[in-house]
């Protein structure tokens, strides 16, 4: 009998049973202390467990299953987290923490509706960790609508603002469309092998039957093509890939600071983990759908480069901050879908470290612009010049946060573009590294823009006390220094850390045998 404390379960329910509980506590308890507190708690224990919850994957050396409502694999839903699960839901989590501790000083003390912020917050977070911890495709679709519809309320906060009501307006309209083209991949897999759970997919395309579902009893090749060619679609849509990035333009740039680092350092891995773990993990490696998954592997990577692209060159016109911030998310989502559209462990490594790279330098990037606009109350470059002279820590931590998202040795960002570029030589595509070369040179060019006119031009007035409290100041100084620590000692977390989590995306049969043997042990009536 094997009994695994359900750490990483706990996490999402956790989160979602907060945001149903939040209001309730807005409702009876007046106090903008207790929200905060409740909100500040919540996060920890989720940080904690999703914390708990990679320990044990890894001291276990196997995916870890749970079977929710008891139901054994493939009839019930179970969660199935892996390494890169693991690691990315920790790391995830770790963002939304700090990001909570910098938004508890960052909203106005008589701010409305901050209740129903952490709502979202809290809803947000139990999609992302839901979506990447779960072991089914139809549980994918829940959570997926889990984390976008509590997007669209994150993004339409300032409900008094016109701006922000027409952002999430189309965030909301193309996020639905992407969650209902999901739907009908759903539809599809299920229409023609059969069955929901991941590991069964996976398993019926290589000729190998799960109990009770068995055998597929329809079109495989055409079944995968239609799930694979739909998931694609909305995965790109949710991560803001190029082109199919213009809902988060106008999202990231209008939101609150806190929100726009959640939905372009969080939100967006999900999408990219979802790719990687349907086109590798499920699909790859079956001769049956050989030609299909090769043709999904260069379309996103085409769209990863026509999203480094359009990111790199549209970035650098912009005068907006959070609009050049907004089209740096989708160049670096443009090296993630390039890395995945590579499908090989070292540019799979490359993508995960990327992702884990970008989360906590935008992150800090959008944290410190956050303190400029409140101060300038603009986000016009123009009319905010000289304001980062009255925050000069706030200014350095931006700088280090540029300096990373540019590639700039020896921080983080640096160290994952440096893995790509080994990655494309390993793959014949030399000429490809000329484009993110050039890419990351434009892309130095809009942040150097940023620094400009908050820092080198003279201030334009008294911006008076401009510098944040400890609340907000202390998150940027722990993410400016994951940038550092995270580029000097890469090549110790890269062999400790990365290549390992990056590895198990490739582990199908370990994938399929886990759940495979669970589902014979409570058909044979063996107590788990």
């Avoid at 996490?11 to 507190?37: E, H, Q, Y």
């Avoid at 493939?74 to 987290?81: A, Q, R």
């Avoid at 917050?121 to 889990?146: P, Q, R, W």
């Avoid at 086109?279 to 030609?291: H, K, N």
Wanted: glycine share 8%.
């Amino acid at each position: 009998m094997e009994i695994y404390p359900p750490s990483l379960v706990l996490a999402p329910v956790i989160a979602i049973v907060s945001a149903f509980a939040m209001p309730l506590i807005g409702l009876t308890i007046k106090n903008r202390r207790v929200w905060d507190t409740f909100a500040l708690t919540i996060t920890t224990i989720v940080l904690i467990l999703s914390g708990l919850g990679y320990t044990l994957v890894r001291i276990l050396g196997k995916p870890f299953v749970y079977l929710l409502g008891g139901w054994p694999p493939p009839v019930g839903i179970v969660y199935e987290v892996d390494e890169f699960a693991a690691l990315l839901g920790f790391v995830s989590a770790f963002v939304i923490w700090l990001v909570t501790i910098y938004g508890v000083k960052y909203f106005d003390p008589d701010e409305d509706g901050v209740e129903w912020y952490y709502t979202m917050l809290l809803g947000l977070e139990a999609g992302v960790l839901g979506c990447i911890y779960t072991g089914d495709v139809f549980n994918v679709f829940v959570l997926f609508e889990v984390l976008s519809i509590t997007s669209y309320g994150l993004v339409a906060f300032w409900n008094r603002r016109g701006e922000c009501i027409e952002a999430a307006i189309k965030y909301s309209l193309i996020g639905a469309l992407a969650t209902t083209i999901y739907f009908l991949a759903v539809t599809f897999i299920y229409a023609s092998l059969g069955t929901l759970n991941m590991a069964d997919i996976a398993a019926k395309i290589r000729g190998i039957f799960f109990p009770v579902t068995g055998e597929p009893y329809g079109n495989v090749a055409l079944g995968v093509g239609l799930f694979l060619a739909l998931s694609i679609w909305a995965f790109t849509v949710e991560a803001g890939v190029a082109p199919n990035h213009f809902r988060v333009l106008d999202a990231y740039q209008v939101s609150p600071s806190t929100v726009a680092a959640l939905l372009s350092a969080v939100a967006a891995n999900v999408g990219f983990y979802l790719l990687a773990r349907y086109l590798i993990t499920l699909l790859s490696g079956a001769r049956a759908v050989e030609s299909i998954v090769n043709a999904g592997l260069i379309i996103v990577l085409i769209m990863g480069l026509i999203s480094i692209l359009v990111g790199s060159f549209l970035m650098i016109v912009q005068s907006d901050i959070n609009r050049i911030l907004a089209y740096s998310s989708v160049l670096n989502y443009g090296y993630v879908c390039l890395a995945i559209g590579l499908a090989t462990p070292l540019a799979l490594a490359a993508a995960l470290f990327h992702m884990i790279n970008h989360a906590i330098a935008k992150t800090l990037i959008f944290l410190t612009a956050g303190v400029y606009v409140k101060a300038a109350e603009t986000r016009s470059l123009d009319r905010m010049e000289g304001v980062g002279r009255y925050a000069p820590l706030t200014s350095a931590l931006m700088v280090i946060a540029a300096l990373a998202l540019a590639g700039v040795p020896p921080f983080n960002g640096f160290v994952s573009k440096l893995i790509l570029y080994e990655a494309l030589l390993e793959a014949n595509l030399a000429p490809l590294v000329i484009i993110i070369i050039l890419s990351s040179a434009l892309s130095l060019l809009g942040y150097l823009k940023i620094i400009y006119h908050v820092y080198a031009k003279p201030p334009m007035k008294d911006y008076g006390k401009v510098e944040p409290p400890g609340a907000m100041l202390w998150p940027m100084i722990v993410l400016a220094a994951l940038c550092i620590i995270l580029g000097v000692a890469s090549p110790w977390i890269y062999d400790i850390f990365i290549e390992p989590a990056a590895n198990t995306v490739f582990e199908t049969d370990k994938f399929i045998e886990v759940a495979y043997e669970l589902a014979e042990k409570l058909l044979a009536g063996v107590r788990i």
